[in-house]
């Protein structure tokens, strides 16, 4: 994989997620908050998105995560498998 591919998945991921995101409700004012930015928090062994969101009028924040399911095949059962490192 090259890293324009690999950069390319990562938006896609990026994406995906933000579109399927409901945005919280401040629990101070009762309006719903502002996407702020999202960020990758782990790629591997299950990639996790953080979303940030910030209400518009007190300036508060949340995050909530996005959790991708896992459909990575095992090392075995790749085409070409990983060295698996081991401490001497």
């Not at 997620?17 to 719903?32: F, G, I, K, M, R």
């Not at 940030?52 to 459909?71: I, M, Q, S, W």
């Amino acid at each position: 994989m090259t890293f324009e591919d690999a950069r390319g998945s990562m938006v896609d991921r990026l994406r995906s997620a933000a579109e399927q995101l409901e945005a919280p409700t401040c629990p101070d004012c009762h309006v719903e908050m502002r996407w702020y930015r999202s960020e990758l928090l782990a790629d591997e062994p299950v990639p996790v998105i953080a979303h940030l969101f910030v209400c518009p009028h007190c300036k508060r924040a949340a995050k909530t995560d996005t959790t991708f399911e896992g459909n990575q095949r095992p090392p075995e059962k790749l085409s070409a498998p990983r060295f698996i490192a081991c401490a001497a």
